[in-house]
């Protein structure tokens, strides 16, 4: 057997579908602050516990954040860039790839002056590891499955 198919075979991807629910951020303050961030923005977010919901049906995801101050729902096919519109108020070209049991997000800023980000979802039994990096600042994200 070639080693592609062995590789295969014993490799079982981690369950992405479902419902997540932040229990720690560290540095998400200096973050937002790269991302320009404006100071009440910055506290209702540091203030907020977001639940992700992700979804996935015939290739077609659905990833839905809720906090008490809003909820953002991307809609997206892998490897297929769309328009969003970020929570911050930025335009990006964004794309979602999958690496193992990874979903990477990369946002491009339309504007000029505006910021890219990346966004690295990292998935295990109890849940994801979410690293989100702009200008060489990184926040890292913990959320537990529900």
Do not use: H
């Amino acid at each position: 057997t070639s080693t592609s198919s062995q590789f295969n075979s014993n490799f079982t991807m981690v369950q992405m579908a479902g419902s997540y629910t932040q229990t720690s951020k560290d540095n998400y303050e200096e973050f937002l602050k790269a991302l320009n961030v404006g100071f009440i923005l910055r506290k209702a977010a540091l203030a907020s516990t977001p639940v992700m919901t992700i979804s996935e049906a015939g290739g077609k995801w659905t990833m839905i954040t809720k906090t008490t101050v809003k909820s953002i729902e991307l809609n997206f096919k892998l490897g297929e860039e769309f328009d969003e519109d970020t929570t911050d108020g930025r335009k990006c070209k964004t794309t979602v790839t999958m690496e193992g049991n990874k979903l990477i997000t990369n946002q491009k800023a339309v504007k000029a002056g505006e910021k890219d980000v990346v966004a690295v979802r990292d998935f295990n039994d109890g849940g994801l590891t979410m690293t989100m990096t702009c200008d060489g600042v990184t926040s890292t994200q913990t959320y537990k499955r529900d």
